[in-house]
C-alpha cells in the first residue's frame, strides 16, 4: 500500500511518502508488516535504526489515516524469520531519532 502525508520535521512540515509491504486492518487496529532481507538483530538488541525510523514513519502516516485505531507495527526479517514488533514507546523513540516531531 502506498501511503502519503505531511510530518514536522526541524520545525517545517515535510511531505512523506513510502509502501507497506503489508497491511491488515480491523475495526479498531492497523497492523502493519515491514520486511526485510538483511541479517535480523540479535534478541534483545536494539532494532537497527534506518529499520525502525522507516516503519515507525509509517505508523505515524497511518495513525493519521486511520485515526481512532491502535496501530501495530512489525519488522520482520525473512531470514530467520524473526519478527519484531514496536511499541508506542519504540515508534515515539525512533520518530525522535529521525527527526520527527510529535
Same mark, same amino acid.
Given at each position: 500500500? /502506498?501511503?502519503?502525508?505531511?510530518?514536522? %520535521?526541524?520545525?517545517?512540515?515535510?511531505?512523506?511518502? $513510502? @509502501?507497506?509491504? #503489508?497491511?491488515? &486492518?480491523?475495526?479498531?487496529?492497523?497492523?502493519?508488516?515491514?520486511?526485510?532481507?538483511?541479517?535480523?538483530?540479535?534478541?534483545?538488541?536494539?532494532?537497527?535504526?534506518?529499520? /525502525?525510523?522507516?516503519?515507525?514513519?509509517? %505508523?505515524?502516516?497511518?495513525?493519521?489515516?486511520?485515526? $481512532? @485505531?491502535?496501530? #501495530?507495527?512489525? &519488522?520482520?526479517?525473512?531470514?530467520?524469520?524473526?519478527?519484531?514488533?514496536?511499541?508506542?514507546?519504540?515508534?515515539?523513540?525512533?520518530?525522535?531519532?529521525?527527526?520527527?516531531? /510529535?
Amino acid at each position: 500500500m /502506498a501511503l502519503s502525508g505531511r510530518v514536522r %520535521a526541524g520545525g517545517t512540515d515535510r511531505v512523506v511518502q $513510502g @509502501r507497506v509491504d #503489508r497491511l491488515a &486492518l480491523t475495526v479498531d487496529t492497523v497492523h502493519l508488516a515491514d520486511f526485510k532481507t538483511g541479517r535480523p538483530p540479535e534478541p534483545g538488541a536494539p532494532l537497527p535504526e534506518a529499520e /525502525a525510523g522507516q516503519i515507525a514513519l509509517y %505508523a505515524r502516516l497511518l495513525a493519521q489515516i486511520y485515526p $481512532g @485505531r491502535t496501530i #501495530r507495527p512489525v &519488522l520482520v526479517w525473512t531470514s530467520g524469520p524473526v519478527l519484531r514488533a514496536l511499541g508506542p514507546d519504540d515508534v515515539a523513540a525512533a520518530l525522535d531519532r529521525i527527526g520527527i516531531e /510529535a
